[in-house]
């Protein structure tokens, strides 16, 4: 069971490890130091709900519903497209630094929606934790994919931990505005790109 937890824990650190509009939002919180906890949480949960559809078979009604994905693909890609837009009039106004920064998504609920959008309207997240994952922990059989399960949920909260709280030892290069520009430049750039990508399919 243990080979199976880590076989789980690296396909899911596998499909996070990745510069992704929530992974971004995820370092842009702990840089500022602004809400990390329930933002680490939200994206932690969330994934470990994904995980668990996903190996319990509701990938396959994912499969069998493709519309809904249409539905998802389009609202995430317009969500992205205006996250990319206020990333990049933040980097072309400049001058932000870690003490300005941190008057950005301070409140409880703004973060928590923002994070929890990030995360359910991004088609690739039923689509690589759902689909992919569930296929992959059914080939450890009935008692192995619910060990493949946890050990995928856990290398998504070591991630997310490590990301969110990690951040800080960054703090002393973002206490420069030109880092906080280049930051928010390839923030946008990856939000836009992505929205792009879900607009065409």
Known sequence: MTSTALAGLLAGLGLIVAIGSQNAFVLRQGLTRQQVGPVVAVCALSDAVLIVAGVAGIGTLVEQAPGVLVVVRWAGALFLATYA??????????????????????????????????????????????????????????????????????????????LGYGARLASGLFARPGAWRVLDLLIGIVMLALAVSLALG
């Open 85 to 162: 837009a206020l990333s990049l009039r933040r980097a072309a106004r400049g001058g932000e630094t870690l003490e300005a920064a941190a008057q950005g998504v301070t409140r409880l609920v703004p973060a928590v929606l923002t994070t929890l959008a990030l995360t359910w309207l991004n088609p690739h997240v039923y689509l690589d934790t759902v689909l992919l994952l569930g296929s992959l922990a059914s080939g450890y059989g009935a008692d192995g994919r619910w060990a493949f399960a946890a050990g995928a949920a856990l290398g998504s909260v070591v991630w997310f931990v490590g």
